[in-house]
């Protein structure tokens, strides 16, 4: 009796562990295959959580349509500008250059579309945008009026001029470009129309992108230059790719790294690169320099100083002596020119003049 009482004991016992570790067996099973239903594809809470804040994100990322008027656009529509017939007549990596005709107006403007992806949202846009709107100088190019669209899209509204930019002016042949009076007139607008922007108004306000390519020309030879502070509009790696495009075509002062860095005196270097480019007709870079020689321009001015090569600083035409044109300089004007662009080109920002030392020096070399 006594064994059959202890084998009773052991049977049950044995069958308890068995039962317990089924259990547990099954137990596991459940859940594996409850994680495996997740897996492939049924939505659980925090699926569905996700796919809120992702709905969430791209209504944030949608703008409201605004259209902002300033002076010279109160009266424009989003109609006006979105619907007006235009062609392109530039391109560059953050946007496109339309020459649009505004019907209703009995207008031209010119339209600069920025790409979304290239811009800030309008929020972070809007302060900028209203400063640069109120921004009015005979020699800079205002901005009539701002459209911001619902998927980012930005459109600036400016005054078409219709005598194409300086660097076509100085390499299409023209041989108004080798008459004194008028480079002299185009040098002397381009230094008054900066230092309203350095000078002029309640906070300095930064080009950033000065090139030639970027000074305009009206009736009789007026430029107006554009773009200023646009790299403020664009985000960050847009306007790095804006300074790096600036570099490879020569304007980039040596000292300037990142664009949110620029300065007036990276202004001034740019300025010293396009009097340069007047008063020789050479292009910033030399893409195919002679042995030896030095691509950038203010370097290649400095080498022909020192090597006496006087004849490769101007333009030809230029001298008094050399031209009995009247419009020709004297050789004093001339060097009086030079020396001031090479100063503003000078590789220290320490040591280039201010813009209102540029004015002056500029105002009495024409008396």
Not at 40 to 53: I, K, R
Not at 169 to 187: A, M, T
Not at 287 to 316: G, K, V
Request: a negative charge; aromatic letters at 8%; hydrophobic letters at 35%.
């Amino acid at each position: 009796m006594e064994f059959n009482w202890r084998l009773k004991i052991i049977i049950i016992g044995t069958v308890s562990g068995i039962s317990l570790i089924i259990l547990l067996c099954l137990i596991y099973l459940c859940c594996r295959k409850n994680t495996a239903k997740d897996e492939s594809g049924e939505m659980g809470n925090s699926d569905f959580d996700e796919e809120e804040e992702d709905e969430e994100e791209a209504e944030e990322k949608m703008e409201s349509e605004e259209l902002i008027s300033f002076p010279g656009g109160e009266n424009m529509t989003v109609h006006d500008i979105l619907d007006a017939p235009g062609e392109v007549v530039g391109k560059s990596s953050y946007g496109t250059l339309y020459k649009a005709s505004l019907e209703r107006e009995n207008s031209v403007k010119l339209l600069r579309f920025l790409r979304p992806a290239c811009t800030g949202r309008m929020k972070e846009n809007s302060s900028v945008i209203q400063v640069l709107g109120f921004v009015r100088h005979p020699n800079l190019v205002p901005l009539q009026a701002f459209y911001s669209g619902t998927r980012g899209e930005k459109l600036l509204v400016h005054p078409f001029y219709g005598h194409g930019n300086l660097a076509q002016f100085l390499r299409d042949g023209n041989g108004e470009s080798h008459k004194w009076p008028i480079i002299y007139k185009v040098s002397l607008g381009i230094v008054r129309g900066l230092d309203h922007l350095h000078t002029g108004l309640h906070k300095p306000v930064i080009h950033g992108n000065l090139k030639s390519k970027n000074i305009l020309l009206g009736g009789n030879y007026q430029p107006y230059l554009s773009d200023f502070s646009l790299h403020l509009i664009l985000n960050l790696k847009t306007s790095q790719e804006m300074l790096e495009a600036s570099a490879d075509q020569g304007y980039k002062a040596p000292e300037l790294i990142k664009m949110k860095d620029a300065t007036q005196e990276t202004d001034i270097y740019s300025l010293g690169v396009i009097l340069l480019e007047i008063i020789s007709g050479k292009e910033p870079i030399d893409d195919n320099p002679p042995p030896n020689q030095d691509p950038y321009l203010p370097n290649s001015m400095r080498n022909a100083i020192i090597d006496h090569r006087i004849s490769d600083i101007f333009q030809p035409n230029l001298f008094r002596g050399q031209s009995n044109h009247p419009s020709a300089a004297t050789e004093e004007c001339l060097l009086v020119f030079f020396r001031l662009a090479m100063a503003c080109c000078s590789p220290s920002p320490y040591l280039r003049p201010d813009i209102k030392q540029i004015l002056s020096k500029l105002e009495e070399i024409g008396q």
